[in-house]
Structure formats: structure tokens, C-alpha cells
């Protein structure tokens, strides 16, 4: 919810993105003398490149969860051949 009158508002309705189809900034009171350019520039480095991250994001969380259960997997036959080779050596 927005709250006051005097709000400068900057409405995007072509994103260019896979994700967003409008996206609404408001611009907070300090930074209302910045020039459109500026203004611009901030917006454009804010929101589109969005799509890059997500994806890069989404790849590198699956690699993570990948080797950990690789981890996992490997530290539990590390154990079974442990204790199956100590139970062969007391048997022996």
C-alpha cells in the first residue's frame, strides 16, 4: 500500500522479460531529483537482468543439491565398507 499524495511514480509495461509484465517503482522522496537518464539507468540495471540471475541461480542451487547427495551417498558406503572390513578383521 502506498501512502501519501506526493509520490513520484515510474510505471514499466515492456519489461523485455520472461518474468515481469509491468513492473511499478516508486522512487523514494531523496532521490526525486535525479535526471531520467539516471532514472533510467537505475530501473534498467534493477529489473532486467532478473532473468540471467534466476536462471543462473536455479542452475547453481541444483549443482549444490546435486553433490551434497553425492556426499551423502559416498560418506554412507565409506561407512558400510568400514565397518564391514572391522568385522571381517575381528571375525578373522
Known amino acids: 500500500m502506498v501512502k501519501g499524495v506526493n509520490k513520484t511514480v515510474i510505471e514499466v509495461n515492456n519489461t523485455g522479460s520472461k518474468v515481469f509484465d509491468r513492473i511499478v517503482f516508486y522512487v523514494s522522496p531523496s532521490c526525486v531529483n535525479l535526471s531520467a537518464k539516471n532514472l533510467n539507468r537505475a530501473i534498467k540495471n534493477f529489473t532486467f537482468d532478473f532473468d540471467n540471475r534466476a536462471g543462473r541461480g536455479y542452475n547453481s542451487l541444483r549443482k549444490r543439491m546435486l553433490l551434497r547427495r553425492r556426499l551423502i551417498v559416498g560418506a554412507a558406503a565409506a561407512a558400510v ?5 572391522i568385522t571381517l578383521a575381528l571375525i578373522l
Open 81 to 85: 565398507l568400514l565397518a564391514a572390513g
